[in-house]
């Protein structure tokens, strides 16, 4: 049985933890209070110190500790159920909150956002995922949806049904996103085919696909940053109007990747 302590000692540390982070924030919480805060909001006159520090001892980081299962989380002692779902229940209103902070707004005016809602949810994640972030004609944030689970070396994503969901809402145009389960975020020769495969797709169907962004942990890539997303481009231009002169050509990359035609 775990002994309570009396409630002048662990009612008062909660009620100062309390009143601290009314007062400012958690600017000045260290990590191990953080997740003792959270612990008291399911463990009723417990001393949740010791507990949240061996947390921050198993798991290393407060991320960690957010992002462990509640399995992973109840093997801790003094760590139950209603714990657990306290902590995993922070997790999701955070997701949620930055999803809905992206949604309807330009891309490119909430691009920050947009990345921490990604790394959010994405790092961390024990499997690849790949999804899709839905754009209207002037790039703002139709939907996020995840549609793929597995490997993409393993051709999970299927460009057919990438598309059809496009259409399904309405979009004009795409940004994709994946993990890597390794941390690593540097492309693979599966991850740029597909990238290549998604562009052709796109575009025959006049979408523009934007970006393509692995996560990885604490790092990113852009295959737009990095000029891939426009070789694709010029490479789905090349096969779709070979023999198409060049005024034609100009026209047809206005119409499909915007801006105003070049001009001879």
Known sequence: MTERLPDKSAGGH????RERFARAGLAAFH?????ELLLTLGTPRRDCKVVAREAL?????????LEASPAELQE????????????LLVRAVAERYLKEGVLARPVLDAAQQ???YLYLSMRGLKKEVFGVIYLDN???????????????AGSTV???EVIQAAIAKSASALIFVHNHPSGDPA????DRELTRELVYAAGVMKMRALDHIIIGDKRYFSFAAAGLMEEYETSFLDLRLKGVSEARRRIYRAQLFGGPPDKA
């Not at 909660?14 to 933890?17: F, I, K, P, Q």
């Not at 002037?138 to 993409?152: K, M, N, R």
């Open 57 to 65: 001892r198993r798991f290393k980081t407060l991320r960690a500790v």
């Open 31 to 35: 990590d191990h209070e953080v997740v």
């Open 14 to 17: 909660r009620r100062r933890l």
């Open 114 to 116: 947009v990345f921490d």
């Open 158 to 160: 299927a460009p057919r």
């Open 187 to 190: 492309p693979s020769s599966a």
């Open 138 to 152: 002037q790039h703002h944030v139709l939907d996020i949806a995840d549609l793929f689970t597995g490997s993409v």
């Open 76 to 87: 801790i002692k003094g760590i139950g159920p209603v714990n657990s779902l306290a902590i």
